[in-house]
Antibody, heavy 124, light 107 residues
Framework: EVQLVESGGGLVQPGGSLTLSCAAS????????MSWVRQAPGKGLEWVSG????????YYADSVKGRFTISRDNSKNTLYLQMNSLRAEDTAVYYC?????????????????WGQGTLVTVSS | DIQMTQSPSSLSASVGDRVTITCRAS??????LNWYQQKPWKAPKLLIS???SLQSGVPSRFSGSGSGTDFTLTISSLQPEDVATYYC?????????FGGGTEVEIK
């Protein structure tokens, strides 16, 4: 059974930093692309960032490019999201998603399985 | 970036009704279209990938169709457990983008 468990959320001041983690189990972690998707309170879904299975390729939404860094440690089956220069509009539940298998990189980033999410609140 | 437009934003239907949700892409995305279901306070769940491929374990009353720019999610006979918000997402290119969502409730 695929399990994705996010951690690291919390309250942070504007301009601050936070690192999210996602512990994965139940599948061969290094074989799958992974993504972070967020959902602001009462709003829709926004894809934030993705990374290939080998970590050789990373992808970002324009809204976080230059501020967020996605990474993974395949030896620890863990996905990370380093978030810097946080803004109020980054307040959201952040979901870790396991990708699918496919020939196209963007397809592989699609969320086939999702964690339960971790809440990030940016406020003074 | 590819914009995804869903309609309607909300709908109310009776148990047993046929429900249709549409999703339009701002450019052709072939069949690179996923549908997700999100119940209140829960993580989204992938229902359909590649426009029409039903995920394992998803009831057969759900179906997807379309290609190019216009797509449809159909619930053939609405059930109480289908109360949720439904999102389309294009997986044609990065950044992946979602539609605004359709809230489905029981009349």
């Amino acid at each position: 059974e695929v399990q994705l468990v996010e951690s690291g959320g919390g309250l942070v001041q504007p301009g601050g930093s936070l690192t999210l983690s996602c512990a994965a189990s139940g599948f061969t972690f290094s074989s799958y692309a992974m993504s972070w998707v967020r959902q602001a309170p009462g709003k829709g879904l926004e894809w934030v960032s993705g990374i290939s299975g080998s970590a050789g390729s990373t992808y970002y939404a324009d809204s976080v490019k230059g501020r967020f860094t996605i990474s993974r440690d395949n030896s620890k089956n863990t996905l990370y999201l380093q978030m810097n220069s946080l803004r109020a509009e980054d307040t959201a539940v952040y979901y870790c998603t396991k990708g699918t298998l496919g020939a196209r990189a963007s397809v592989r980033l699609s969320g086939e399985d999702w964690g339960q999410g971790t809440l990030v609140t940016v406020s003074s | 970036d590819i914009q995804m437009t869903q309609s309607p934003s909300s709908l109310s239907a009776s148990v047993g009704d046929r429900v249709t949700i549409t999703c339009r892409a701002s450019q052709s995305i072939s069949s690179y279209l996923n549908w997700y279901q999100q119940k209140p306070w829960k993580a989204p769940k992938l229902l359909i990938s590649a426009a029409s491929s039903l995920q394992s374990g998803v009831p057969s009353r759900f179906s997807g169709s379309g290609s190019g720019t216009d797509f449809t999610l159909t619930i053939s006979s609405l059930q109480p457990e289908d109360v949720a918000t439904y999102y389309c997402q294009q997986s044609y290119s990065t950044p992946l983008t979602f539609g605004g969502g359709t809230e489905v409730e029981i009349k």
